[in-house]
């Protein structure tokens, strides 16, 4: 079982910057993607950034690229998404998510694909 806890949400203004932790704890060790999510209030939920825990390889979806960058700690076993240059359309619950399975292509993106969520931490971005 594995057990994820996000953190660093909060409210900021358009151009805005924030630093999103998600630290996993628990039986690690099958993990082989870990990565984002995000829900805004009537949106379905949507992946916004990858990472394969054991090469590092990363996935990013096009509303986020250049803005958002996925890294990992492994000592930590900590996940962290660096949002940059935020949008009004950034506002949302953030997630993180975790998975044993070997996800390729538009796997990454699919919410089913993932075994393990977190609570979720929020987002607001003001214009």
């Known amino acids: 079982q594995v057990s994820l806890v996000e953190s660093g949400g909060g409210s900021v203004q358009a151009g805005g910057s924030l630093r999103l932790s998600c630290a996993a704890s628990?039986?690690?060790?099958?993990?082989?993607?870990m990565g984002w999510f995000r829900q805004a209030p009537g949106k379905e939920r949507e992946g916004v950034a990858f990472i394969y825990t054991r090469g590092g390889s990363t996935d990013y979806a096009d509303s986020v690229k250049g803005r958002f960058t996925i890294s990992q700690d492994n000592a930590k076993n900590t996940v962290y998404l660096q949002v940059n240059s935020l949008k009004p359309e950034d506002t949302a619950m953030y997630y993180c998510?975790?998975?044993?399975?070997?996800?390729?292509?538009?796997?990454?993106?699919?919410?089913?694909?993932?075994?393990?969520w977190g609570q979720g931490t929020q987002v607001t971005v003001s214009s």
């Open positions: 628990g039986y690690m060790y099958n993990v082989k993607w």
């Open positions: 998510a975790a998975t044993t399975s070997p996800l390729y292509g538009a796997l990454l993106y699919s919410a089913s694909s993932y075994n393990y």
